[in-house]
């Protein structure tokens, strides 16, 4: 990929806060938990990594942060390019430079989670924070509200004890995944800590993965009726 070109400030305020007003409203009344507001939150996250990495372009993880859900393949029959594909046709309206178009891109391909058994590095530093920020989202109090809207938005049972986890060995094993929503701490929510790429965002994970322990213990305590086998 050619070097990211300086982008005038006015020109990249104008792209992001017409990116920003795309994605919204496009985004607004998702019930999925991938919504505007999980997209605001990556955005967010994501500006204040790059604020701490002033050697990342700050242009591109913006615009890869609003735009990392654009198509996802999880609802468009797991094409992993209609997230690319469309970023790019909304860059090109817009007249993003080809470079900023291509560091979108590669975020986009490159962010999701693929499986428990498969490699996810990203290739850029905007990569890296951008995908900190997806993952973030993942765990604490909004992962688990996620987790479950997901679950229900695919009709998928809370919990069944008789469904063991998946290690998921590669991505289509991985999309082909219709297990219960408990499965998905074990299967991903509890292993993306240890994933994560920056000192910065690790250091915000230790509060919320320690609270998906705790809701993972208390949720399995009473589907058992543990705290009312003494009544």
Do not use: C
């Not at 797991?78 to 470079?99: M, N, V």
């Not at 008789?162 to 701490?185: C, G, M």
């Amino acid at each position: 990929m050619s070097p990211i070109p300086t982008v005038p400030a006015d020109v990249a305020a104008v792209l992001l806060t017409r990116t920003v007003e795309f994605i919204r409203e496009k985004f607004l009344h998702e019930g999925s938990g991938h919504d505007w507001e999980h997209i605001r939150r990556v955005w967010q996250v994501a500006r204040a990594l790059a604020r701490q990495t002033p050697q990342a372009d700050a242009l591109v993880t913006e615009l890869g942060a609003l735009l990392h859900d654009v198509a996802d393949w999880k609802f468009h029959g797991g094409d992993e390019e209609a997230g690319p594909r469309a970023a790019r046709q909304w860059l090109e309206s817009q007249h993003a430079p080809e470079s900023v178009i291509e560091g979108v891109e590669k975020i986009i391909r490159e962010i999701s989670f693929k499986g428990l058994g498969v490699a996810t590095p990203m290739s850029t530093l905007e990569g890296e924070l951008v995908q900190d920020a997806d993952r973030l989202d993942a765990i604490g109090a909004i992962g688990v509200a996620r987790a479950f809207a997901y679950g229900g938005h695919k009709n998928r049972p809370l919990h069944d004890p008789s469904v063991p986890p998946v290690r998921h060995d590669s991505f289509e094993s991985y999309k082909q995944n219709t297990a219960p929503t408990i499965n998905h701490f074990y299967e991903k929510l509890l292993h993306l800590r240890e994933r994560l790429n920056t000192p910065a965002a690790r250091r915000v994970a230790e509060e919320r993965h320690a609270y998906l322990e705790q809701f993972l213990a208390q949720f399995l305590r009473e589907w058992e009726g543990q705290d009312v086998a003494e009544l």
